[in-house]
């Protein structure tokens, strides 16, 4: 006599959903296995070859609940990710970039350069005073869809990352590829390219994303 | 001949509900009638049938509950809700339709 809802339990265990529903489905399950091998049975089948079939039923519900659920998992992931992070994230980079052109072409835009040493600090103050704008704006459409905090605040603070990872790329691309010492030789220089084009307009988007990222969540 | 378990599976809601109409029965005997009928060519196992049976639950078109059966076992018996009962009918029409369409497109009735 085969205990049929502990092998149903063990095939499905970490499947089956909350308790009563769980119970629900085990209990109906084992049934119907008992009455598939009875009537295998009935109809000649060897004991070996009824309990298979019985057992491989079980393993194509297990395969059928579990590959929709994966799929499920991996396509909410997909969207939510999309909706909350890239999405917006590319909004804040698309409006921090169209500024900057702008205020360069049409406003011409005359960069204050300070000198520290061998190198230079470059600001672009109007961009910089515009960046809030553009990161409350990518903050506030992750928080529209219904974003984490985390999720906001990068999406907020997305162009800076995009240009840390610029800075990342060209170290080594410029030192190892391209031999070019003088970053080496000159950390500062490299250092306050960092703070003109990552820290300080990082800082700037930051200020307008925090409030979106304080904020409550409109979906979930 | 056993018909493809993609074609099997698109025909499940309708064969279930079909079935319930008549009398209330639980998954082994829906799976085993189903067998029957159709002469072997449709045949549900447990991982067809009863993810349909719960997603039709969910849709309020059966409602399920727990009874001894003849042999004094207890098992899930489903029945059609009176929701249920109204999707048979439009069901049907849209398979007899979807069958004439299939004909005049690739000669059904002529094979």
């Known amino acids: ?220 | 001949m056993t018909i493809h378990a993609k074609i099997a599976r698109g025909s499940a809601e309708l064969a279930i509900l079909a079935l319930l109409e008549e009398q209330p029965l639980y998954g082994f005997e829906i799976a085993k009638r189903i067998e029957e009928r159709s002469g072997g060519s449709l045949r549900f196992t447990m991982a067809s049938l009863y993810p349909m049976l719960y997603e039709l639950e969910k849709r309020g078109h059966v409602k399920a509950q727990w009874a001894a059966n003849p042999a004094g076992r207890d098992r899930r018996y489903y029945s059609l809700t009176a929701g249920g009962k109204r999707q048979v009918a439009p069901l049907r029409r849209e398979w007899k339709a979807f069958f004439l369409a299939l004909d005049q497109l690739t000669g059904l009735s002529h094979a």
């Open chain 1, 1 to 220: 006599m085969h205990d049929w809802k502990r092998i149903v339990r063990g095939n499905l265990g970490s499947l089956l959903l909350s308790d009563r529903e769980g119970k629900e489905i085990v209990a109906e399950l084992a049934e119907h296995l008992e009455e598939l091998y009875e009537d295998l049975r009935a109809d000649g089948f060897p004991e070996p070859e009824a309990f298979e079939q019985c057992l491989s039923q079980l393993s194509e519900v297990r395969l059928a609940a579990r590959d929709p659920e994966r799929a499920k998992r991996r396509e909410g992931a997909m969207n939510y990710r999309s909706k909350t992070l890239w999405l917006p994230g590319l909004v804040t980079l698309t409006l921090a970039s169209v500024f900057l052109m702008v205020l360069q072409r049409f406003a011409l835009l005359q960069p204050r350069i300070y000198w520290v040493d061998d190198g230079a600090l470059v600001l672009h103050l109007p961009w910089l005073m515009l960046l809030p704008l553009c990161g409350a704006a990518g903050a506030y459409l992750s928080r529209r869809a219904g974003g984490r905090s985390l999720n906001c605040l990068v999406a907020g603070i997305f162009p800076a990352f995009v240009m840390l990872g610029v800075f990342c790329l060209i170290l080594p691309v410029g030192v190892f590829i391209e031999h070019n010492r003088y970053i080496l030789q000159h950390p500062l220089y490299f250092g306050l390219a960092l703070l003109n084009w990552t820290v300080l307009p990082g800082a700037g988007l930051l200020l307008g994303a925090v409030p979106a990222w304080g904020g409550r969540s409109h979906v979930r």
